[in-house]
């Protein structure tokens, strides 16, 4: 980590799962395995004061924000997915599905519609604005879900056995296409350009691929080794894919082994790596101005329990994008 960044105060005492900036104001909230939801305000300073928390019946898997920026929506192991509104402090379940949801997204063009996604093998859409218990659609997936994200009409889902379904929001229930992933190896984390043209896609197996939608763009679609050292033939899972915000092009990738970095789709090149953390990243996001890069140094159980060591610490930190990390590298 760079020595300008910001440790966020009061951090989650578990494994930290996922992050999400408000798409209003510089309000963070994270997920964690202490089953909390932890949201913190960042001054300009860079500084955060602790806001709200509140809590689920198991480990928080994943956590978003409404459109409006006035609730926050998590889910998790004990299979609901929950909304806290800032407002009046009162969190309400709002999902459920027959076994631990995954991941939850707020759909850009359709705010009021939330997508949870689960191990059930199913992704349920809601309409927040008169939880019935009952999803108005659900989707049909080929295995349990294992990432899923959303950007403009798209909804791309990674499930096991490298299944990669894609939705047109405009048909939620069908998929609009299917694949296998252009990875060979289990899915980590899949993350929605920003205009929803196309996605990215980590794997544990150290390597990145970048894949278009549309037939006519099928020749930009890469593979790249992200997350590897050749010197000792390490491999380290890729735990997040970024897109940046309001620079299309540039994307971040993080990884177990400590690093996170820059790249540029367009150029197929790197543009910059933070030093090295001390530990696994296990979450990132951007704000939404893409001016903080926030990201979280927490075991993220790739190796299961016997590798867990209850004392090493979990952070979150907050680092000011600079012009080194959105520009290319030359050749």
């Not at 019935?132 to 959303?150: C, I, V």
Request: charged share 20%; net charge neutral.
């Amino acid at each position: 980590m760079a020595t300008t960044d910001i440790e966020v105060t009061s951090p989650p005492t578990d494994g930290i799962s996922a992050l999400a900036f408000s798409s209003q104001a510089d309000y963070l909230a994270s997920s964690s395995w202490d089953n909390q939801v932890r949201v913190y305000e960042v001054q300009p300073s860079g500084q955060t004061i602790p806001k709200a928390a509140y809590a689920h019946e198991g480990p928080v898997l994943d956590v978003t924000w409404s459109q409006d920026g006035t609730k926050v929506i998590s889910c998790g192991a004990d299979k609901a997915a929950r909304m806290y509104d800032l407002a009046t402090g009162q969190a309400t379940q709002i999902a459920a599905h027959g076994d631990t949801i995954k991941a939850v997204r707020c759909l850009e063009l359709q705010p009021t519609i939330v997508a949870t996604g689960s191990w059930d093998k199913t992704i349920k859409y809601w309409d927040i604005r008169a939880p019935s218990g009952t999803p108005a659609t659900t989707a049909q997936l080929p295995e349990r879900l294992y990432s899923m994200d959303s950007r403009q009409n798209l909804l791309v889902a990674g499930t096991a056995d490298r299944h990669i379904v894609i939705y047109d929001l405009s048909n939620p229930s069908t998929p609009y296409k299917t694949m296998v992933s252009p990875l060979k190896w289990q899915t980590r984390s899949v993350a929605c350009f920003t205009d929803g043209s196309g996605f990215g896609i980590g794997s544990i197996e150290g390597r990145t691929a970048i894949h278009y939608i549309q037939d006519k763009d099928q020749a930009r679609n890469f593979v790249f080794k992200s997350h590897r050292d050749d010197a000792t033939r390490s491999v380290y899972s890729c735990n997040q894919v970024a897109f940046h915000p309001t620079n299309g092009a540039t994307f971040v990738t993080c990884g177990s082994d400590g690093a996170a970095i820059f790249w540029n789709r367009e150029l197929k090149r790197r543009n910059n790596t933070l030093p090295r953390a001390n530990g696994s990243l296990s979450a990132a996001c951007f704000n939404k101005t893409g001016t903080i890069f926030a990201y979280a140094i927490s075991y993220d159980w790739l190796q299961g329990h016997k590798k867990y060591n209850p004392n090493a610490p979990n952070r979150i930190m907050l680092h000011p994008i600079t012009n080194t990390d959105m520009t290319p590298q030359p050749k």
